[in-house]
C-alpha cells in the first residue's frame, strides 16, 4: 500500500525557512505525480507544488512563487518542500499527496489524488 509520512513542521518567525519532507513508500516515483498542499481551518485544501515525473514539469501556487522549491532525492524516495521567506499566511496544514499512475496530467486538485500523509502544522510568527 502506498505510504506518505511528513515532517518537518514547526513554528517560526517570519522571514525565516523551513524544509519539509515527506518519506514514501508502496509505489514507485517513475511517472507519477508528487505535490504539496496545505489547508486552514474552514478553507478548502489547496495545492501549492505539484511535480510532473512524466515532462519534468513543476506548477506552484501563485501565493508561494519564488519562494518554495519542491525537489525529491530519488536515493531515499523523498519528496521536500523547501519553504523561504514564510509569512504568517504561510501557517497551515501541510500534507503530502501522490498520485502513482495518471491517466492525464498533475493539476493541482485535491479530488484527482488518490494518496495522502498525516500532515504535518506549520506555524508562522510576525
Known amino acids: 500500500a502506498v505510504r506518505l509520512v511528513e515532517s518537518g513542521g514547526g513554528s517560526v518567525q517570519a522571514g525565516e525557512s523551513l524544509k519539509l519532507s515527506c518519506k514514501a513508500s508502496g509505489f514507485t516515483f517513475t511517472r507519477a505525480c508528487m505535490g504539496w498542499f496545505r489547508q486552514t481551518p474552514g478553507n478548502e485544501r489547496e495545492g501549492i507544488a505539484v511535480?510532473?515525473?512524466?515532462?519534468?514539469?513543476?506548477w506552484y501556487a501563485e501565493s508561494v512563487k519564488g519562494r518554495f522549491t519542491i525537489s525529491q532525492h530519488w536515493g531515499f524516495t523523498t519528496l521536500y518542500l523547501e519553504m523561504n521567506s514564510l509569512q504568517p499566511g504561510d501557517t497551515a496544514q501541510y500534507y503530502c499527496a501522490a498520485y502513482p499512475f495518471p491517466r492525464y496530467g498533475c493539476e493541482a486538485r485535491t479530488d484527482l489524488f488518490p494518496n495522502w500523509g498525516q500532515g504535518t502544522q506549520v506555524t508562522v510568527s510576525s
Open positions: 511535480v510532473d515525473h512524466n515532462t519534468d514539469a513543476i
